[in-house]
């Protein structure tokens, strides 16, 4: 198993730009496919980006193609989330996550770990 711990949320304007970071335990986390999901208030929780084991394969929800852009580093067992353009729609807390099928999923069954979530607040 791997646990995580996501950082970096926080209020921004409209427009505005954050970079979410997770940070894993264990020697292993380069076996596991990572994911980007968010929660709204009284929404369910949805698929925001994933990456692939490698970093070789990247996807991404339809609502935050070309503004978001994950990525991973292997060797300091991080993922990021760059979030540019931000819109007042992505307010939520977003959670990192680990599946270990080691691909970009975007099913949230197919993940095993989750850390607590990091808000993110974007006023309009």
């Known amino acids: 198993q791997v646990q995580l711990v996501e950082s970096g949320g926080g209020l921004v304007q409209a427009g505005g730009s954050l970079r979410l970071s997770c940070a894993a335990s264990?020697?292993?986390?380069?076996?596991?496919?990572m994911g980007w999901f968010r929660q709204a208030p009284g929404k369910e929780r949805e698929f925001v980006a994933a990456?692939?084991?490698?970093?070789?394969?990247?996807t991404y929800a339809s609502s935050v193609k070309g503004r978001f852009t994950i990525s991973r580093d292997n060797a300091k067992n991080t993922v990021s989330l760059q979030m540019n353009s931000l819109k007042s729609e992505d307010t939520a807390v977003y959670y990192c996550a680990a599946n270990d099928y080691g691909t970009g999923a975007t099913m949230k069954s197919m993940y095993v770990n989750w850390g607590q979530g990091t808000q993110v607040t974007v006023s309009s």
């Open positions: 264990g020697r292993t986390f380069s076996r596991y496919g």
């Open positions: 990456i692939s084991a490698d970093g070789g394969r990247t």
